[in-house]
T-cell receptor
Framework: GNSVTQMEGPVTLSEEAFLTINCTYT??????LFWYVQYPGEGLQLLLK???ADDKGSNKGFEATYRKETTSFHLEKGSVQVSDSAVYFC?????????????WGAGTKLIIKP | DTEVTQTPKHLVMGMTNKKSLKCEQH?????MYWYKQKAKKPPELMFV???????INESVPSRFSPECPNSSLLNLHLHALQPEDSALYLC??????????????FGEGSWLTVV
């Protein structure tokens, strides 16, 4: 079946460091890929998405490219801030019947120190 | 505008109480979802409504009872819950079909504590 694998956390970085959070997937067909972010005490926010191979999603300085050849969707940011501290979830859409269901990675907690 | 509104934000209830969580969206989405999330884990799907009809029930205990009164509203009725049901309950919505139909938008969640 479809699955998503994320790097284990927590990831601890200093402010202004470069960030990469790895995400790989297995899927049949052509799923869409997502990164969601959850700030402390809050719900889930869509951070970015990509719907087909070679698409790049970007938002708030974060980027991720849908790589079909390596089945990856790694999240990157050039210079992180303390406010980026959160849990990041990689997910893919798995179309079931007429609905869209999400297959989730385990989540990666990111801690940014000033 | 990608807003899903949930109330209440926090709820404490006893094991014999009956309470409800409410969710509203005005994005014209025809799919609505309830998820349960425990402590930094990914959310677990509970129910899916498509066109106001229950289409998926992920073997959720009957003490959780969903209701979709119309295309904008989704409720989750709670009765005789257990302490292990304490969690963050997330409502979400999405379009059905189309090129952007598979983006699921979440609300801020309702933090439920069962005592």
């Amino acid at each position: 079946g479809n699955s998503v694998t994320q790097m284990e956390g927590p990831v601890t970085l200093s402010e202004e460091a470069f960030l990469t959070i790895n995400c790989t997937y297995t899927a049949t067909g052509y799923p869409s890929l997502f990164w969601y972010v959850q700030y402390p005490g809050e719900g889930l926010q869509l951070l970015l998405k990509a719907t087909k191979a070679d698409d790049k999603g970007s938002n708030k300085g974060f980027e991720a490219t849908y790589r079909k050849e390596t089945t990856s969707f790694h999240l990157e940011k050039g210079s992180v801030q303390v406010s980026d501290s959160a849990v990041y979830f990689c997910a893919l859409s798995d179309r079931g019947d007429s609905n869209y269901q999400l297959i989730w990675g385990a989540g990666t907690k990111l801690i940014i120190k000033p | 505008d990608t807003e899903v509104t949930q109330t209440p934000k926090h709820l404490v209830m006893g094991m014999t109480n009956k309470k409800s969580l409410k969710c509203e969206q005005h994005m014209g989405h025809r799919a609505m979802y309830w998820y349960k999330q425990k402590a930094k884990k990914p959310p677990e799907l509970m129910f899916v409504y498509s066109y106001e009809k229950l289409s998926i029930n992920e073997s959720v205990p009957s003490r959780f009872s969903p209701e979709c009164p119309n295309s904008s509203l989704l409720n989750l009725h709670l009765h005789a819950l257990q302490p292990e049901d304490s969690a963050l309950y997330l409502c979400a919505s999405s379009r059905l079909g189309g090129s952007s139909g598979n983006t699921i938008y979440f609300g801020e969640g309702s933090w439920l504590t069962v005592v």
